[in-house]
């Protein structure tokens, strides 16, 4: 079992940038950045293999947002730049033991563990 915290969630003007974080609380081989704005689909933002570091992104996001990690303290960020009204959403961390290889990259699928979230509002 592996919680996760997540923090940094905040209110910001559009054009602003602002960085969450996820702590994990064990060994991941995956974690993601997940979104859902009300009444709208959860949808993957971006996602990082713990060991290589290697990193995978919606098209919504690339260029402007970015996906990290200190293994050091298990924890990975999200900073998020350029932000955009219809980036308002709440934010969920996500996580996986496992690979889950043929499921989509940016899929729910792919995690057994959740945050709570963090919400994150921008305004025009």
């Known amino acids: 079992q592996v919680q996760l915290v997540e923090s940094g969630g905040g209110s910001l003007q559009a054009g602003g940038s602002l960085r969450i974080s996820c702590v994990a609380s064990?060994?991941?081989?995956?974690m993601g950045w997940f979104r859902q704005a009300p009444g709208k689909e959860r949808e993957g933002v971006a996602t990082?293999?713990?060991?290589?570091?290697?990193?995978y992104y919606a098209d919504s996001v690339k260029g402007r947002f970015a996906i990290s990690q200190d293994n050091a303290k298990n924890t990975v960020y999200l900073q998020m730049n350029s932000l955009k009204p219809e980036d308002t959403a709440m934010y969920y961390c996500?996580?996986?033991?496992?690979?889950?290889?043929?499921?989509?990259?940016?899929?729910?699928?792919?995690?057994?563990?959740w945050g709570q979230g963090t919400q994150v509002t921008v305004s025009s």
């Open positions: 996500a996580a996986s033991q496992n690979s889950y290889a043929s499921r989509p990259a940016l899929s729910p699928l792919r995690y057994d563990y």
């Open positions: 064990g060994y991941t081989y995956r």
């Open positions: 990082i293999l713990t060991g290589s570091g290697s990193t």
